[in-house]
Each structure stands twice: as C-alpha cells, then as structure tokens.
C-alpha cells in the first residue's frame, strides 16, 4: 500500500538545507495499511477509472485518506444548501466554515505545508521515462509498483477517442498521444484495448511523422542507446544549419535552450560511454 512520507530524506546521496520541509515523497510498503483500507484504497481507484471521462482530477483522495485517518477528521462533512437567502443562518453558516476549516485542516501536513498533486502536464512523466531508457537505469529506478502505478495514470487520462491530451483536460493531440504511448511501451506494456486504441488515433492523424519539435528530440533519445546513435543525432539535428535556423525561428528562445539542454546531454553521455569503453 502507498503513503505518502513528508519532511524526510531519501538516502545518504540527498541534502537538504531546511531539513527537507515542504517535501512529499509517495513510498510503497507492502505491509502498510489493514485489509479494510486496501479494500477501500481498491474500491476508490476503481470508481475513479469509471468515471475517469467524467471528473478527469484524482482529487488527492489517497492523500486524503491517509490524513484523515491521522488526524481523526471528518474530511466531509454534510453540505448545506439553501434554496434561498431566507434560509441563511448563523448556524447555516457556522457549519459551512466548519466544513471549510476541516477540509483544509485535513490537508496540511505535520511540517505545516499542504502537500498536494502535481498533476495536469502529460509530458513531464514520459520525459522522465526517456531519460532514464537513455540512460539505462529505467530498472534501476523504477520498481514494479513504480510502474504500475504510472501505467494506470496514463491509462486513466486516455481520452475517449484514444489519444491523449498536452494536459490531462485538453483533447488529444499528436504531442500527447506519442508521448505517452512510447512512455508505456518502454514500459513494457502489452497489445492491449487502450495501445490498440491510441496506435489508431496516431496513425489516423498523420502518425509521429506530424509530431512537433519537442516530440521529435523526446523520441529520438528513446533510441540514443550508443555511441554511434549518438553521433547519429548530431548529424540529423546538431551539426547542421536547419538546426540553428530551427532554434531561431517560431520555437522561441526557451525551445532553443531546452534544445541545447538536449546536446549537451548526449554529449556527456557520448564521452561516459567512450571513457567506460577504452580507458577503463
């Protein structure tokens, strides 16, 4: 079962210099929580995935449910609504603060920040996919759980027509819909309904060829594997005018300098791989 761990470090490689406050780690623990509250941790996935087109946010409801336990809160309490203002009491009111100041109390962790999910983006999480396939420490990184846990999130902010959006509420688009899929099968997800579905809208829509440029060098580091693939890369993006004519045009400076990120980082992964190779 998942809980969320908040204000403490993650190993002897990590330094903070606040004591870690304001940070939020979720971690897997196989022997945490009774069997009632993995039956209820069960039951909310399930219903989220249901109604998953319907109300697209988690709304943090696991983090809700850990706090409440600890705390002892009624997170919800009953909502008042009255038809009209003849109906507003003091009392009417007093118990809407209530519920307001319990919601938000249940909320806020023991070091005083409110933790919460950073959800919306759909292509922070395949980055991160790629980064780690490049490097070869997807494995490493990553546990069962871990991958579990990001295929069913990717699953359950597929929109209906099979694609997926820049951001979890927009329609789907060839950015979002490449992205994610490539993320779950480097994640070594199998033909299912879901890839059969999204496979379709990318090839019904001009397939990856009419990806954008962010996309493009996204993909292209899921195959950066070697030395030589790498050079590749210089030669098809780096080592050519187009690219510097690329950067300047209406990709705007932040793509220019996100694409020069992207060199530098095969470079160094060039020269790693070179020096493991012959000088070690």
Known sequence: MWRLKVS????????????????????????HGTPEERAEVDRVRREFTDRRFDKRESQDLLMRMQ???????????PAIKPVDSAEVTEETILTSLRRALSQHSSLQAHDGHWAGDFSGLMFIMPILIFALHVTGTLDTVLSTEHRREICRYIYNHQNEDGGWGTQVLG???????????????????????????GRAWILSHGSAAAIPQWGRYGSRWSVCMNGLEIIQSFLNYGLSH??????QDDSGAFAGWFTCQCLIFMVRSLLAQLHQQYWQ
């Open 8 to 31: 403490e470090g993650g190993g002897p490689g990590l330094r903070s210099v606040n004591n870690f406050l304001g940070r939020a780690v979720w971690e897997f623990d196989p022997d």
């Open 171 to 197: 329609p789907s688009t060839m950015f979002g819909s490449c992205l994610n899929y490539v993320t779950l099968r480097l994640l070594d997800e199998v033909d299912n309904n879901a890839l059969t579905k």
């Open 242 to 247: 187009t690219f510097f004519q690329f950067i």
């Open 67 to 77: 706090y409440a336990k600890q705390k002892h809160l009624q997170v919800d309490l």
